[in-house]
């Protein structure tokens, strides 16, 4: 398994920007594809987003395209969650996950390794 750590939430005013990052540690990292997810209160986690284990491919829900930008860096073992033009509704928690298995990218059920989360809280 992977393990995985979370930094760089914060409070941020509406349309401000923050830049996730997740540090993994374990053998099997750079053949994860890793994800973002988030969890706001009273509600379903939900994917935000999505990459593979080159980079070569990255998927995002609808509500972030534009917006967020995921990234890795192999060599760091991090994976990074860019997020601009913040707004209220993208007050959450943000977990990152790690993905060495089949299934589908967009379900909780798909990834094996999660991290503990990082609050992110935009005021209007």
């Known amino acids: 398994q992977v393990q995985l750590v979370e930094s760089g939430g914060g409070l941020v005013q509406a349309g401000g920007s923050l830049r996730l990052s997740c540090a993994a540690s374990g053998r099997t990292f750079s053949n994860s594809r890793m994800g973002w997810f988030r969890q706001a209160p009273g509600r379903e986690r939900e994917f935000v987003a999505h990459i593979s284990w080159s980079a070569s491919l990255t998927y995002y829900t609808d509500s972030v395209k534009g917006r967020f930008t995921i990234s890795r860096d192999n060599a760091k073992n991090t994976v990074y969650l860019q997020m601009n033009s913040l707004k209220p509704e993208d007050t959450a928690v943000y977990y990152c996950?790690?993905?060495?298995?089949?299934?589908?990218?967009?379900?909780?059920?798909?990834?094996?390794?999660w991290g503990q989360g990082t609050q992110v809280t935009v005021s209007s």
């Open positions: 996950a790690a993905k060495t298995s089949g299934g589908s990218i967009y379900y909780t059920e798909g990834y094996d390794s």
